[in-house]
C-alpha cells in the first residue's frame, strides 16, 4: 500500500465551515453546479453576477452568498480561472511542479489543509481472485461541482465520475462493466458520506481517505505521480513522462490518464495539453475547466 498526501488549501472555506450544519447542507448543488456550467460556456462573454445568477435560478444577492458558501469562492474570481490564458501561466515552469512538490512533502509554509489519500492498488489477478466477494456499494449525489457517481468497497472509494442528464445512463453502465465481477449494491444512503467528504475541504478527517485501484503496474505509477502534483496546479503530459522515468512514453500516459476511474481524487484534471488547451477528459471538457478553474481560484494560482 502507498500512502501520498494531496495538498487541498482551504483558507475560504472558512465561511463554509462556520455556518450551522442546517444551512451548510441546504439543497443548492444543483442550482451552483448549473451556474458553473454557465460560467464555463460563456466566459469569454464574461458574464455579469446577474446573468449567473439566472443560470442558477436566483437573485443576484442570494446567488453570490450560495455561490461563495458552496464553492469557496466568488463568482467573479472564479470567473477569471476559467480562460485559456490562465492555464498557460500555470503550467509556466511545470517541469519543476513534481519535483518541488517531493522535495517539500506537500506541507511548505503556506499549507492550511491536507487531504490525505491512502491508495491501494487491487492487480488484476486479485481483482479475478476476489470475484462476487467484492462488494462495491454505489449512489448518484448532487456536490458542488456537479452531479456524481461514487463507488465504495470495504478498502475503500473505487470510483468517482462526474455526470450530466444526458450521460448519467452511459456512466452508470460504464460503471458496471469495469466491475462486473464484483457485487454491485445501489445505496444512496449509504455512499453519501464518502461523497460528501470527497468535496469536502473544510473538515479534515482524523483517518486518510482510502482509494481503491485497479490497473496495471504503469497506470498505477502515472496515477501516483497525479496525486504529487499541487492543488491548484497543472502540468503538461510530458512532464507526468519524465516524472515516471519514461519520458519517450506521453501517448501511454495520456491513455493511464484517461483510464482513471476516480476523478478528484486522483486529479487527472491537472494534466493538460503543453499549449495550455484544455482537452480530452474522460468526463468532459467542460468539467474539466470547471475543476481547474475552481482549483485555481481556491488556491490562488497567479493570475
Not at 503550467?91 to 490525505?116: K, Q
Not at 461541482?145 to 450530466?164: K, N, P, S, Y
Request: hydrophobic share 45%; with cysteine.
Amino acid at each position: 500500500m502507498i500512502t501520498i498526501a494531496a495538498a487541498h488549501p482551504a483558507e475560504s472555506f472558512a465561511e463554509l465551515a462556520a455556518e450551522p450544519e442546517a444551512e451548510r447542507h441546504l439543497p443548492f448543488n444543483r442550482q451552483v453546479a448549473a451556474a458553473i456550467r454557465y460560467v464555463v460556456e460563456h466566459y469569454q462573454e464574461q458574464p455579469a453576477l446577474e446573468d449567473m445568477a439566472t443560470a442558477a435560478g436566483m437573485s443576484p444577492f442570494h446567488f453570490q452568498r450560495v455561490f461563495k458558501r458552496w464553492a469557496g469562492i466568488s463568482p467573479k474570481r472564479f470567473l477569471q480561472y476559467v480562460t485559456l490564458e490562465h492555464a498557460k501561466r500555470a503550467l509556466a515552469g511545470d517541469a519543476s511542479v513534481l519535483d518541488a512538490a517531493l522535495d517539500s512533502g506537500l506541507s511548505g509554509p503556506s499549507r492550511l489543509h491536507d487531504l490525505f489519500v491512502s491508495c491501494a492498488a487491487l492487480t488484476p489477478g486479485e481483482f479475478k481472485a476476489l470475484g462476487e466477494r467484492l462488494v462495491i456499494r454505489w449512489g448518484v449525489h448532487d456536490v458542488p461541482l456537479g452531479r456524481v457517481l461514487i463507488g465504495v468497497t470495504e478498502r475503500g472509494v473505487c470510483w468517482l465520475a462526474f455526470l450530466e442528464d444526458e450521460n448519467e445512463p452511459a456512466v452508470i453502465a460504464e460503471f458496471e462493466r469495469e466491475w462486473q465481477g464484483a457485487r454491485l449494491r445501489r445505496d444512496d444512503a449509504g455512499t453519501a458520506g464518502a461523497a460528501a467528504r470527497a468535496f469536502d475541504l473544510a473538515a479534515p478527517g482524523t483517518e486518510p481517505l482510502p482509494l481503491l485501484v485497479r490497473g496495471t503496474n504503469f497506470q498505477v505509477k502515472v496515477w501516483e505521480a497525479l496525486l504529487r502534483i499541487p492543488f491548484g496546479r497543472l502540468v503538461s503530459y510530458q512532464t507526468i513522462a519524465r516524472a515516471i522515468g519514461q519520458p519517450r512514453a506521453v501517448r501511454a500516459v495520456g491513455r493511464a490518464v484517461g483510464a482513471n476511474n476516480i476523478s478528484w481524487l486522483i486529479p487527472c484534471h491537472r494534466v493538460i495539453l503543453a499549449t495550455g488547451i484544455i482537452h480530452n477528459y474522460r468526463w468532459g471538457v467542460r468539467q474539466k475547466q470547471i475543476l481547474v478553474g475552481f482549483e485555481a481560484g481556491l488556491a490562488g494560482a497567479p493570475a
